[in-house]
């Protein structure tokens, strides 16, 4: 009942910053906890930030703390993640979820929808 597509992923030069949107459909997107999370080549999905369905709660991943911020726009049904400071490291296709809870959760596993995933280069 919740499908997610993700867009704003390219290439950019380390130390510049991307913003990545995740358009959202269904009826309970508003009290849906969100959630980004990346995989890098040869890992695994890897949490990177999560915000509830109240969009004062929001959690990140030590590795980007500080650099990346999550929002959403309710009344554009759209999740939103400024990367900034980009690292090499960053490199990875990211995915956003979502999950019918108001809860947040690092988990990939507990995340029930998944878009199809955004590119990510950062280049040294």
């Known amino acids: 009942q919740v499908q997610l597509v993700e867009s704003g992923g390219g290439l950019v030069q380390a130390g510049g910053s991307l913003r990545l949107s995740c358009a959202a459909s269904?009826?309970?997107?508003?009290?849906?906890?969100m959630g980004w999370f990346r995989r890098a080549p040869g890992k695994e999905h890897e949490f990177v930030a999560a915000?509830?369905?109240?969009?004062?709660?929001?959690r990140y991943a030590d590795s980007v703390k500080g650099r990346f911020t999550i929002s959403r726009d309710n009344a554009k049904n759209t999740v939103y993640l400024q990367m900034n400071s980009l690292k090499p490291e960053d490199t990875a296709t990211y995915y956003c979820?979502?999950?019918?809870?108001?809860?947040?959760?690092?988990?990939?596993?507990?995340?029930?929808?998944w878009g199809q995933g955004t590119q990510v280069t950062v280049s040294s």
């Open positions: 979820a979502a999950r019918l809870s108001v809860v947040i959760t690092t988990a990939n596993h507990e995340y029930t929808y």
């Open positions: 915000i509830s369905w109240s969009v004062t709660t929001t």
């Open positions: 269904g009826r309970t997107f508003s009290r849906n906890a």
